[in-house]
């Protein structure tokens, strides 16, 4: 369990105004369920994992768990640019005082996972953000957590990579928890079963991933309430009148049709059937 | 499978975190260059050979017996020694800004390796330094030792402390770095690295000595070459500066922690 106690955070902004990610907000995040982290941009989804990830601390309040917690993975994460990929790998597992014998392992596991080939030597400044994500993510795989912290990770790999994170993600959330954070609905659905919903500092935690989300689409739309949105609803709706009309007109046709046949029906077995009975 | 990372205790896991920046800044300091960490010796050395071959005519008035080079030499590595922290400490967050996703590792990490790296990089020229300066036949004296390592470590202690203090400054405030730039010109010529102090008009001395690289260099020089002697300088006020400036750069750092993680 991650338990947040009163977390605020919050940004100076230029004119001295705070902008705040979390206004003094208590959750105690339950352990063995993937969860997803809904919000719209720049509610604080980044910041939120960040903070779980012990890589900012919050303002005012503390964030306590007994649970192994990954750094945030993600886009950015981990690597000093001007390192190579296997420096910045050796870096990792320096950190977290492996043996060489378990850094090489690691090593393999990850040339084999990224198929980075050459590339595992040159600088990180060099990579594609794909190939970024896909270094980023092999690493941390290799260790064993209990939550592992996803920051839209894989809005920028290619089939092949996302095929093999949903595996990953599999593996992962039969031991561990996952908590992903990204604005691909579809493959929040796949992999977490609850939601936490983060929007003007505040946090919703949902039970049932479904509910979360519906909570966020419709926060989403009550923001968005603009015209075009309603230009479109009006059209929307002028269709589905035209569609109900015409559905209207073919099921009383439909019904029509078979009132017909079942008088006929009646009428060819009442016949033989009055007589045989008598 | 999986490896779970033990769990280990707070100062030996600050030791790797440390270790794996020191390596860190050794591949990308000296990587790129085909002589490698030679440049920690030939750096100061042109330096100090385009300076004295300039200056050594000029200024060379008998000075004990010292060669002008050696004496050149010995000011220039400890003002290194001030400057070469204070330089790194200024970028020592923004690069190191991907490192600090990393929960082992805090901010002050990077300030940390990077003040090491300058210490043992400009403590190891001016061993070979001497080294060298023995084996040519310079009279040296290994008497006061412990007093010389004293006058370099307040010296590095100096430039860490400014080091840590200045480089959250200018993270915040990004044009104080240049003024911090142009505030480092005139130390070569206000620190007697390039003259004795007793060749200052004893009207200006008092001044010169509000400096503490004068007294530290000073008296390094004192200490190494039993024939030089100088008056009015101690370690006491460079280390009471060290002291000042180390503890004003924490309090900056606790000040600034949650700024210096944010990206």
Redesign the interface.
């Known amino acids: 369990m991650i338990s947040l106690n009163n977390v605020t955070k919050y940004y100076p902004m230029r004119d001295g105004e705070r902008h705040y990610v979390l206004r003094n907000v208590s959750l105690d995040i339950p352990s063995h369920r993937s969860i997803a982290i809904l919000g719209p941009n720049g509610a604080g989804k980044s910041t939120l994992l960040r903070l779980i990830g012990g890589a900012e601390a919050p303002n005012e309040g503390s964030i306590t768990t007994e649970a192994d917690i990954s750094w945030p993975i993600g886009l950015s994460s981990g690597f000093q640019s001007s390192m190579t990929g296997r420096q910045n790998i050796n870096f990792a597992c320096q950190i977290n005082g492996l043996s060489k014998a378990e850094t090489q392992q690691v090593i393999d596991d990850i040339l084999d996972f990224s198929e980075l080939g050459e590339y595992f030597d040159m600088p990180i400044k060099s990579y594609s953000s794909g190939m970024r994500a896909r270094l980023g993510f092999g690493l941390s795989i290799n260790f064993d957590f209990d939550y592992y912290l996803i920051d839209e990770l894989t809005a920028v790999g290619d089939i092949i990579f996302k095929e093999k994170a949903k595996k990953e993600f599999k593996k992962i959330s039969e031991k561990s928890s996952l908590i992903f954070a990204s604005h691909s609905l579809k493959s929040l659905r796949e992999s977490c079963q609850s939601a936490i919903f983060l929007h003007d500092g505040n946090l919703e935690y949902f039970e049932d991933v479904d509910d979360g989300i519906r909570a966020y689409e419709s926060y989403i739309e009550k923001k968005s309430g603009t015209a075009p949105k309603k230009v479109a609803r009006k059209a929307a709706k002028k269709t589905a009148k035209k569609a109900a009309k015409k559905a209207a007109k073919k099921a009383a046709r439909k019904a029509a049709r078979k009132a017909i046949r079942r008088a006929t029906k009646k009428a060819t077995k009442n016949n033989p059937n009055n007589k045989n009975e008598k | 499978m ?5 769990e ?1 205790s707070p100062w ?2 600050q030791v ?2 440390i ?2 920046l020191f ?2 800044e050794l ?2 300091r000296f990587g790129k260059y085909k002589l490698g960490a030679v440049w920690v010796l030939l750096d100061p050395l042109l330096t100090v050979l385009f300076l004295g071959l300039i200056l050594g005519p000029l200024l060379d008035r008998s000075r004990g017996e010292i060669p002008y080079i050696f004496f050149l030499l010995c000011g220039f590595m400890l003002l290194k020694m001030v400057t070469g922290p204070l330089n790194a400490g200024l970028s020592a967050v923004s ?2 800004q ?8 805090q901010p002050i990490d990077p300030f940390i390796a990077r003040f090491l790296f300058q210490l043992a990089t400009n403590a190891l020229a001016l061993v070979v330094f001497c080294i060298i300066a023995y084996w040519i036949g310079v009279v040296m004296s290994l008497e006061h030792l412990f007093k010389a390592a004293a006058c370099v470590l307040l010296s590095w202690l100096i430039g860490s402390g400014l080091g840590l203090q200045l480089g959250i400054v200018c993270h915040r405030h990004n044009e104080l770095e240049k003024v911090v730039g142009y505030m480092q010109r005139p130390l070569l010529w206000i620190s007697c690295v390039i003259h004795p102090l007793d060749g200052v008009p004893p009207e200006y001395r008092v001044y010169l000595l509000y400096n503490p690289l004068v007294h530290t260099i000073e008296y390094m020089r004192m200490c190494l070459f039993p024939s030089y002697v100088v008056d009015d300088v101690n370690l006491i006020y460079p280390a009471a500066w060290a002291l000042c400036v180390i503890t004003m750069g924490l309090i900056t750092y606790r000040n600034n ?2 700024f210096l ?3």
Request: proline content about 3%; hydrophobic content about 40%.
């Open positions: 999986p490896i779970k990372i033990k280990q030996k896991s790797l975190v270790k794996a390596k860190r591949i990308t690069a190191n991907g490192l600090l996703v990393f929960k082992k590792v922690r949650h993680t944010r990206r």
